[in-house]
């Protein structure tokens, strides 16, 4: 007897065999894409709220450390759970080396001021260029979705833009409070 887990990822599976090879084709792009970006997001976060120093650096380590947790265990598990369920292949970002390059938007690498530090403003600087282009993405994908009629990513997906969204909220308050 199946589980009711089972049940459900049946009944979340929208059938990827009538939609055709090229739809499938983007809508696996997309969704390896989102996902390598949400990988690029949570290293950031993770890696650049170690070394900030300066007016401001206990506040964006705490906002670094709660988004980070967003990217990973919201964001990007959700993303996988789908991949999986829709029967997409995740080899092609199995290395972390290639998130560079199924990513739409670039990952911005922190510039190291000094020894080790790294500026408030300007680390939130590009924190708030990521949160815009995760926007971008999650606009796109809602838009995809919507139109193949995947109801149930889009609902998620709807949920994930408006996280997106408080995150840069968050990010562009913090910024305009520090001197
Ligand atoms: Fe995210
Ligand atoms: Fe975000």
Redesign the pocket.
């Known amino acids: 007897m199946k589980k009711i887990s089972d049940l459900t990822d049946i009944l979340n599976v929208i059938s990827t065999s009538e939609m055709g090879a090229e739809v499938n084709e983007q809508y696996k792009t997309l969704l390896l894409s989102a996902l390598s970006e949400e990988f690029n ?1 949570w290293y950031f976060y993770l890696i650049t709220k170690e070394f900030v120093v300066g007016d401001g650096y206990k506040d964006v380590r705490e906002l670094f450390t709660e ?1 980070a947790e ?2 990973l265990e919201d ?1 990007a598990y959700w993303l996988i759970d789908r991949i999986k369920q829709l029967g997409y292949s995740v080899e092609q970002i199995a290395h972390p080396s290639s998130w560079a390059s199924v990513a739409e938007h670039p990952f911005i690498k922190p510039s190291f001021e000094e020894t080790n530090t790294i500026c408030p403003k300007r680390v939130l600087e590009i924190a708030i260029q ?2 815009l282009d ?1 926007i971008a993405t999650y606009t796109n994908l809602v838009e995809f979705t919507n139109a193949i009629k995947d109801s149930t990513s889009n609902l998620k997906l709807r949920e994930i833009l408006a ?2 969204e408080e ?2 909220n968050k990010l562009r308050d913090l910024y305009n409070s520090i001197k």
Do not use: G, N, Q
């Open positions: 997001a988004t967003d990217e964001h990521s949160e995760a996280d997106e995150h840069l």
